[in-house]
């Protein structure tokens, strides 16, 4: 199996890990779309999606942007219910942060920076979007990296950056979906096509 790479971009989430849990909608700047996408990413009925990494930019609050990562094949404490990958996250965020990933917990990382820091890393840049070309039928590279948004349109600056690296821009299909749907719906695009997608 491949390795597949997920990015959300977060608008308004909080980078600082000043969110509560009880309301992650509103102290979190919709940071409860990360969580569920995280959850999206990883969790299948009985397993955990090892070949998958995460990446979250943070947009929103003082300290932004910052970048969290999550790997796979070396996480552990994760559990699919959103209050516990919120408080991961929240643990994680309030670490002290720089330029170089450090980590928080096993497979949870952060650093600062944002969608410019990441990009010349991601390979095979795959951007989800409504309007894009129709996923059934076409051409998937080895080793994809997904790239969604949030709540939020992409902005134009993000797009052109995206766009000036991707080698496809696909549509999942005719209706929006959450971001979280969204990711399931690749994925299992992905393993529809087995072991070479
Ligand atoms: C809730 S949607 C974004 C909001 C939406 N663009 C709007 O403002 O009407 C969340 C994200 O999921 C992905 N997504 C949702 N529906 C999709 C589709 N039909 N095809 C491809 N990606 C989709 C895109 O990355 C999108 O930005």
Redesign the pocket.
Known sequence: MGRVTIVVLGHRANADGTFTLEDLPGSGGRIDIIVRSIGASFFLSRDIRRNVVFYAILMGGNTAPKTLMVRGDEVRYLNPDERNIAALIRHALLKPSGPEWRRASPGIYVREGGLVELLPELENIV??????ED?RGAPMPHNPTF????????RPEELEALRSRAVAE??????????E??IVIALNELDRRGEDP
């Open positions: 951007i989800l979007r409504e309007g894009g996923i790239v969604l948004s949030d709540k939020e349109e992409f696909l549509s999942l299909g005719p209706l929006s979906y959450h971001t749907h969204a």
